[in-house]
């Protein structure tokens, strides 16, 4: 009899999380919340805890070296480690670097991913505490871990907002996606022509936000500041819509959000129109902005409201109702996930 198979992207990426996890506990009296965040929290005798993620960037699958300097990608590397662990309201401390590396890879090479996660290191404040380094017969693979802290009631999860709260997202949204769309395009007319110079002046803006994320911490640093603790946080990487329905499911709310309150960059918006895609669609689905996206309680809303780079996108209401947005038409429409699957090889 022929053993079934289940393809992997049958399940996709948290499908298939969420199988091999299934059957794990935590045993240890130190660990306390495990797989299903955006990163783990670890239990420290200081008083506070210690938040622990990582993430493995492929070549060929999350980035393409034809058109990402090894210095952004080792700065972006470890930037979309930190926007985990400030999805948690915590601060980075540690991170570790493990890559492999084939034999086109010269040391000059590896000398320049490392000054941009040396970049990075010192924008964060974060020490490089180890990692391991091997050979590799498929390109480049760079993983970090990224370790934080925080005291235990001050940490954010995906799980707390309640009905009322207010949705809000920080800096602009579908930027990233679009560089990716304009880098894209400009190899397929190098491939064609390599005489030709990429044309990218007038996309620098959307261009940067594809090649060198900045993870959110100086938003971090003001809620503290402000004495404002989110009921739910969760960072923008695979898209607003997926991300959303992420705080649904940990919450067990739903999300309601206005198309006129998100926030699109002009760039972004008349990029979008050159390549005839809706600006909407990009906000909602593009992914690897590494913004921020919270609920607060209507008490913090007066603290935030004149804030130049948070925004109110919409509110949590029960989740009988459902996760939709309203349209600039008026029509109200489910949300639906259509953002970056990282069991799939392309956008």
Not at 233 to 254: P, Q, T
């Amino acid at each position: 009899m022929e053993e079934k198979r289940t393809e992997i992207n049958d399940l996709g990426e948290f499908g298939l999380i969420d199988k091999i996890t299934k059957g794990f506990a935590l045993t240890n009296k130190e660990s306390v919340l495990g797989v299903g965040d955006d990163a783990a929290i670890v239990k420290n005798d200081d008083g506070e805890q210690l938040v622990v993620t990582s993430d493995m960037l492929l070549e060929g699958v999350h980035f393409d070296l034809s058109y990402i300097p090894l210095v952004h990608l080792g700065f972006k590397a470890v930037a979309v480690n930190v926007s985990d662990i400030a999805a948690m309201n915590a601060i980075p401390k540690q991170i570790t670097v493990n890559i492999g590396l084939s034999n086109r890879f010269s040391v000059e090479a590896v000398d320049m991913l490392y000054q941009g996660i040396k970049a990075a290191c010192d924008h964060y404040k974060v020490d490089l505490i180890g990692g391991d380094t091997t050979s590799s017969s498929s390109g480049l693979v760079l993983s970090i871990t990224a370790i934080g802290v925080q005291k235990e009631a001050s940490i954010v999860k995906r799980s707390g907002a309640a009905e009322n709260d207010i949705i809000c997202v920080t800096g602009d949204l579908g930027a990233a996606y679009i560089g990716l769309t304009v880098l894209e395009r400009e190899k397929q007319v190098y491939l064609t022509n390599p005489n030709m110079q990429p044309q990218l002046d007038k996309y620098d803006y959307v261009v940067q936000r594809q090649l060198k994320p900045d993870a959110r911490m100086d938003i971090i640093h003001e809620l503290a500041e402000l004495n404002i603790k989110p009921s739910s946080m969760i960072d923008i990487s695979d898209g607003l819509a997926s991300e959303l329905l992420h705080l649904s499911d940990n919450s067990k709310v739903a999300m309601a959000i206005y198309e006129d309150k998100l926030p699109i960059d002009k760039q972004t918006y008349d990029t979008a129109y050159e390549f005839q895609l809706d600006p909407t669609t990009c906000a909602l689905n593009g992914g690897e902005d590494y913004e921020l996206l919270f609920t607060i309680s209507q008490e913090d809303f007066e603290k935030l409201k004149n804030h130049r780079d948070i925004h109110f996108i919409g509110y949590v209401r029960n989740l009988k109702e459902g996760n939709v947005m309203q349209t600039k038409g008026g029509n109200t429409v489910p949300l639906q996930a259509q953002g970056w699957d990282h069991m799939k090889k392309e956008k």
